[in-house]
């Protein structure tokens, strides 16, 4: 059955590997504040692209306010953007602004859509909310595995406690529209190969007990677990999609 779906940070790594195998099926309503890998579906009368810095409440409750308009019912929300998921050269850094946006962007944002679009889902009693972790919503940063690559680089704390705190967000909405029938999960993906440096790679398959990073195929069974109306009873879990990274 065709759904209609949004997605936040469309047009990034994951969320434009999301945003292609869903549409396939589905229609998407893609979130950004740009659409630079998502220009090749423009054509495409089942992607619909709204503009939203997610950052920023007044441009969040305009597109809330855009989807609602549309008059059409929304199954499945995935809350995915994120700041900073990539590792940079620069020191740690840690001031308000930066604490703010991060906060916001994956935090404010994702509460606002999940209570706002649980709402709409409501009416049908049906719909399934994915939140979008990492396997640092469940372990501490391993500081060491950065430094041989990124000189001088620390994860940022704000990160592990945006993702921690994703668990509690998820259990929450889940407790909240559970008598709505509204599945809200997350999937928490270890790191994911994207032209990775060498070092980090080798690094990285040395604690990973599967031996390789993750391929973003390896997210898509999970979100269309998850998306599928089969699933009747889990709510409220974080499956961590890492190849064993934080069982040892
Ligand atoms: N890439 C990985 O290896 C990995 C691993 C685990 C978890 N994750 C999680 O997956 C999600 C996606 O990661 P990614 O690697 O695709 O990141 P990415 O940086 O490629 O994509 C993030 C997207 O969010 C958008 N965004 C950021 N701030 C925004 C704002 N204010 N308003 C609107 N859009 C905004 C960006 O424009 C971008 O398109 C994140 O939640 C990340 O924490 C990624």
Not at 202 to 215: T, Y
Request: net charge positive.
């Amino acid at each position: 059955m065709k759904k209609n779906i949004i997605i936040t940070g469309a047009n990034g790594f994951l969320g434009s590997f999301y945003t292609e195998f869903l549409l396939k099926k589905n229609r998407i309503i893609a979130l950004d504040k740009k659409f630079t890998n998502l220009k090749k579906f423009k054509t495409n009368k089942n992607l619909d692209l709204i503009y939203c810095d997610l950052s920023k409440e007044k441009s969040l409750n305009k597109t809330i306010s855009i989807i609602k308009k549309k008059k059409i019912q929304i199954d499945g929300l995935i809350n995915n953007a994120a700041i900073d998921a990539i590792p940079n050269k620069g020191k740690l850094k840690l001031n308000q602004k930066n604490w703010i946006a991060e906060v916001n962007v994956s935090l404010f944002a994702s509460i606002l859509l999940c209570y706002e679009i649980g709402n709409i889902m409501k009416k049908k009693k049906e719909g399934s909310i994915i939140n979008i972790g990492s396997d640092l919503s469940v372990i501490a940063p391993n500081q060491k595995i950065y430094k041989t690559s990124f000189k001088n680089y620390i994860k940022p704390p704000s990160y592990s406690i945006i993702k921690h705190g994703t668990v509690g967000m998820t259990k929450y909405f889940a407790s909240l529209f559970a008598s709505d029938l509204i599945k809200v999960n997350m999937i928490s993906p270890g790191p994911i190969f994207n032209n990775n440096p060498k070092n980090l790679v080798k690094e990285l398959k040395k604690i990973i007990p599967m031996q390789r990073l993750g391929l973003k195929e390896d997210l898509k069974s999970a979100i269309n677990f998850l998306m599928d109306n089969e699933n009747n009873y889990i709510t409220g879990q974080n499956i961590v999609i890492d190849g064993g990274r934080t069982i040892i």
